[in-house]
């Protein structure tokens, strides 16, 4: 019997919307990130809600939970951005599974998202030498 392929609505059983973040409860892989076919959960969730993920940059949690898919918490950026955000939040490992932050890091977390526009009118953000984000020319 062929497999049948992945549509959101099996995505959206697997997610559970809290307050804050929305918590993925599928497959896991070993670093604790979750797994939706053969794509990251949170990199699913990026493309479902914005657009194709440009070649060479990640999809970042601001929160910091690698289970979280909420659209609001994810930004796109390279590694090494990614990396300077964590080590000025103090936060150099993700969350156990399926924790949630503390008001401090919710704060920090605002702030370091000052400056970043995932999505600007159809185009994609492009991240400059000071890792804010400027408009950019579309990407095809």
Known sequence: MPRRLLVSEDFWKKV???TY???WKGAQDRSGYGIFGTTLSHR???KLHF???PKGLCVCHACDNPLCVNPSHLWLGTN???HIDKDRKGRHRGLPKGSHI???QKRKQSESMKGRVPWNKGRFTK???SFKSRPAEPVD
């Open 16 to 18: 559970e919307i809290t």
């Open 21 to 23: 973040c929305w918590i």
């Open 44 to 46: 699913y969730s990026w």
């Open 51 to 53: 657009c194709p993920i």
């Open 80 to 82: 090494t951005a990614n």
């Open 102 to 104: 503390s008001e401090e």
């Open 127 to 129: 991240l400059t030498d």
